[in-house]
């Protein structure tokens, strides 16, 4: 097994970007507002690809109606991605009810891919 530098993977002293977190949580009961919003975000979310590096919504089954999302977002710190999650339309549409913002350390090497 090869060792990895942990501490070079968990700082980013070199960047001028840190690595984000954010699981999204919608309101209760609002699948409805979420497919009126839903072509409005989906282009805001392709507009916003340079910084957020994956997003995509949460569910309790392939078949349910998402409940949230969640992001892996790229920025230069915690209040430049609340004001990314502020001009999301899920958010300015009132679809959101909350968020957790996390600092996200990779614990492995290898580039995220998909």
Not at 7 to 17: F, G, M, S
Not at 54 to 73: F, K, Q
Request: hydrophobic share 45%; charged share 20%; net charge negative.
């Amino acid at each position: 097994m090869a060792e990895h530098d942990f501490a070079a993977l968990t700082t980013n002293t070199h960047e001028d970007w840190t690595l984000f977190a954010v699981r999204l949580h919608d309101k209760p009961g609002s699948g409805g507002q979420r497919r009126q919003l839903l072509q409005a975000h989906l282009e805001w979310v392709a507009a916003h690809a340079d910084v957020l590096r994956a997003a995509g919504s949460l569910r309790e089954s392939p078949d349910a109606t998402p409940v949230g999302g969640l992001w892996v977002v790229r920025a230069p710190n915690k209040a430049a991605v609340e004001a990314l999650i502020a001009t999301d339309p899920f958010t300015s549409g009132g679809l959101r009810a909350g968020w957790d913002i996390f600092y996200w350390s990779k614990a492995l090497p290898q580039p995220v891919s998909f």
